[in-house]
């Protein structure tokens, strides 16, 4: 997922919306408000939905396609059960936050700490560090991947690894970066990119689809489910959903917190919509023939049309996603370091030369992202292995057990029914979803020489 606006541990709520961050206080004339834990209240109804509905755009919207392998039906499934269990489990996180504000609980570690100790905060913080390095892996995976692309279709063809080894160094230069407030524009630009891009894409595979009909093409599984995929189709799902992190910073930032809820139900409809269409048209257009990563079956589908344009709008797509993606990767390391640092110049390392400390530590980080990036050949897979290794935890298990030790004595025998499923499915995904896409990944690499970006 795209997570250009989150600090998980609430370090800079008050800031959340980095695109108005800078903004002059005649902007905006309604009085602030001030939580009980000291931070302001200043975002609108609609700048907390832009916030949310944004988040849910990035690289796990765009691996569904290939994550849909198992069946449009099948998927489709799994896509609304996700979407429900998910929505559900962010409000009782929220519940949680709510019961526990009025002690200084401002973030998701705080809820851990209060109701786990110090061993519980420092089991969400892995499982957050662990899943948000993810995403920094995914995306230099992707826009390695796309940069290959684009460049065997102007001038020449070489392994994608090798762009892993061009895009490192300017990642590192990035990890250096300070603050969320120069990201402001690019956040913009990337969000603007992977719109048209999404345009672009259904206008495509719609096209393509007329095609098939008319030719009587099979273009493989559509309305059975293939369960030898399904287990790709859940880790990806999950991964394309964990938003969970957003949901306490985006409320504490509201002006009128009463209307986060609505808010909050309102976007994971249009997403799950969203994330549905565009996972079952590019399929059903693609069929078997669907690529992990989604933009080579653009590509393809470009040049088999009789007219240029496109061509030029499928390398436009290409080069407009990797700017998004490239730009955007500094918020998705920020949880990572803002997380680390703390722990490592609190507990291990001297203050002595901190700047060029952080530096470093920042450079390893990226190092080994890219090392890891450049291990993935398949970025469906990478995708759905961070969907089930980290997402599952964050998004069923760790809400659930919060809940139930805050309100064991007083919720009724359904309530506890249903909150001890959401942790035996969270825990059945993490382990299911990660063994299977494991083996997949294992297998592919076997089969594969590593060259192909499909």
């Known amino acids: ?21 800078d903004r002059s206080d005649d902007d905006n004339t309604d009085e602030e408000v001030v939580t009980l834990e000291g931070r302001k209240r200043n975002t609108s109804g609609i700048s907390t939905m832009l916030n949310l509905f944004k988040s849910y755009l990035g690289s796990g919207l765009l691996g569904l396609p290939y994550a849909f392998k198992s069946g449009v039906l099948g998927s489709v499934i799994v896509m609304i059960i996700i979407s429900v269990f998910s929505t559900h489990c962010m409000m009782i996180l929220l519940k ?38 993810g995403f920094c892996v995914v995306y230099i995976n992707f826009v390695s991947h796309n940069t290959a692309l684009l460049v065997s279709n102007l001038w020449f063809t070489i392994n994608w690894r090798y762009y892993v080894l061009v895009w490192t160094p300017i990642f590192v230069l990035i990890s250096w970066i300070r603050t969320l407030k120069i990201y402001s524009y690019t956040t913009l630009i990337a969000n603007l990119f992977i719109s048209i891009s999404i345009v672009i894409i259904l206008t495509a595979s719609g096209i393509n689809i007329s095609e098939n009909i008319k030719n009587s093409i099979d273009v493989g599984v559509i309305w059975t489910v293939d369960y030898t995929t399904i287990a790709l189709t859940l880790s990806t799902s999950i991964y394309a959903f964990e938003g969970i992190g957003l949901v306490i910073p985006c409320e504490t930032a509201m002006k009128k917190k009463e209307q986060f809820a609505p ?32 933009t080579n079956n653009l590509s393809d589908f470009a040049q088999n049309q009789s007219t240029d344009i496109w061509v030029y709008l499928s390398n436009g797509v290409t080069l407009g996603l990797i700017i998004a993606i490239a730009g955007t990767f500094g ?4 949880v990572v370091t803002d997380i680390a640092e703390d722990i490592l110049f609190k507990h291990y390392l001297s203050q002595s030369n901190k700047y060029w400390k952080i530096n470093g530590f920042r450079t390893g980080l990226v190092l080994v992202a890219g090392m890891l990036a450049a291990i993935f050949d398949n970025f469906g897979n ?22 139930l030790k805050l309100k064991w004595k007083e919720m009724n025998i359904i309530l506890k029914i249903i909150l001890i499923f959401y942790v035996c499915f969270g825990v059945f995904a993490a382990v299911f979803g990660t063994v299977s896409t494991i083996i997949d990944m294992v297998d592919s690499f076997k089969d594969g020489d590593g060259s192909s970006t499909c």
């Open 1 to 21: 997922m795209f997570d250009d606006t989150i600090d998980y541990d609430g370090n800079s709520v008050e800031n959340f919306d980095i695109n108005d961050s």
């Open 96 to 133: 949680c936050k709510r019961l526990l504000e009025d002690k200084g609980v401002v973030s998701y570690g705080d809820i851990a700490n209060h109701l786990y100790g110090k061993y519980g905060r420092r089991i969400v913080d892995f499982f957050l560090v662990l899943t948000q390095f």
């Open 263 to 294: 808010i909050m139900l309102v976007t994971l409809f249009l997403s799950t919509f969203n994330y549905i269409l565009f996972g079952v048209l590019p399929y059903i257009a693609f069929g078997s023939a669907t690529c992990s990563v989604i």
């Open 331 to 334: 918020i998705q390391l920020f």
């Open 382 to 403: 990478l995708i759905g292995l961070i969907g089930a290794s980290g997402s599952a935890s964050l998004q069923f298990i760790f809400p659930t057990l919060f809940l």
